[in-house]
């Protein structure tokens, strides 16, 4: 069973930064990729910033240019750097991992900016 576990929400006003961390655990075969999805109240869960084992990244359209994926394959850990925060970033964000043979949420990480 593969665990995902969350770090870095919080509260920020508009313009700072967060930074959002996430670390896979358990019975790890393979990562085919990791990366941040969000859900505002009201509205659908959205992608955030995705990257593939092989580094390949695509960001939501929202977020280009100021937010930043990474990732280390050793740690099975991914990292979202988030700039320039906007108050219509606030969200729950939540950390998603894919294989050959499943795909697994974590619990969430509340991210508010403040105008």
């Known amino acids: 069973q593969v665990q995902l576990v969350e770090s870095g929400g919080g509260l920020v006003q508009a313009g700072g930064s967060l930074r959002l961390s996430c670390v896979a655990s358990g019975s790890i075969f393979s990562i085919n990729g990791m990366g941040w999805y969000r859900q505002a109240p009201g509205k659908q869960r959205e992608l955030v910033a995705v990257?593939?084992?092989?580094?390949?990244?695509n960001y939501g359209d929202s977020v280009k240019g100021r937010f930043t994926i990474s990732r280390d394959n050793a740690k099975n850990r991914v990292d979202l750097q988030m700039n320039s925060l906007k108050p219509e970033d606030t969200a729950v964000y939540y950390c998603k991992m894919w294989s050959p043979y499943v795909e697994v949420w974590g619990q969430g990480t509340l991210v508010t900016v403040s105008s």
């Open positions: 990257i593939t084992s092989a580094g390949r990244v």
